[in-house]
């Protein structure tokens, strides 16, 4: 607790005495001066603990604010090397779409044309295929169906 000069009444104490916070020296006298009576040692000792709690909260207030400004620098290093990877992946971006070929707009049409090409071909091979072995198959003597499946001729007699 911080004291005023040599006497030994806190400096906060002295300011509560002024706003009705703190037993002035009157409450003291009223109670005849003696200064061990039950309610006023209660209202002391709140007094001395509001004033413990208000400097210790300033002293967790200074730590909070140094572990922030700690963690700050943390930060700082991370973004940092955050943002040095993207724009390291940026510049890569560019450098691969600078060495890109510029694309032909017809190339699409292109592709197509080949691709009509290709099947066209691949029909014209079947339609072939297709038409020897009907050739094929017309030249064979072909089996009458009722022997091919084993059913007997009726007599049309």
Not at 87 to 107: G, L, Y
Request: charged share 40%; net charge negative.
């Amino acid at each position: 607790m911080k004291l005023l000069c040599s006497c030994k009444i806190p400096v906060l104490a002295v300011l509560l005495t002024g706003f009705g916070l703190w037993p002035s020296a009157h409450a003291v006298a009223d109670e005849g001066g003696n200064s061990t009576s039950e309610e006023f040692q209660i209202k002391r000792q709140y007094m001395h603990e509001r004033v413990d709690d208000f400097y210790n909260r300033l002293d967790q207030m200074d730590r909070d604010e140094q572990a922030r400004q700690a963690a700050a620098g943390e930060m700082r290093k991370a973004r940092k090397e955050e943002a040095r990877i993207e724009e390291k992946a940026r510049e890569e971006f560019v450098k691969e779409r600078k060495a890109k070929p510029p694309e032909d707009p017809t190339a699409f049409e292109k592709e197509l044309a080949e691709r009509r090409k290709a099947y066209e071909k691949t029909r014209k091979e079947f339609v072939h295929d297709r038409d020897i072995y009907e050739k094929q198959k017309s030249s064979f003597d072909s089996i009458p169906a009722e022997e091919e499946l084993g059913i007997e001729p009726e007599d049309n007699n």
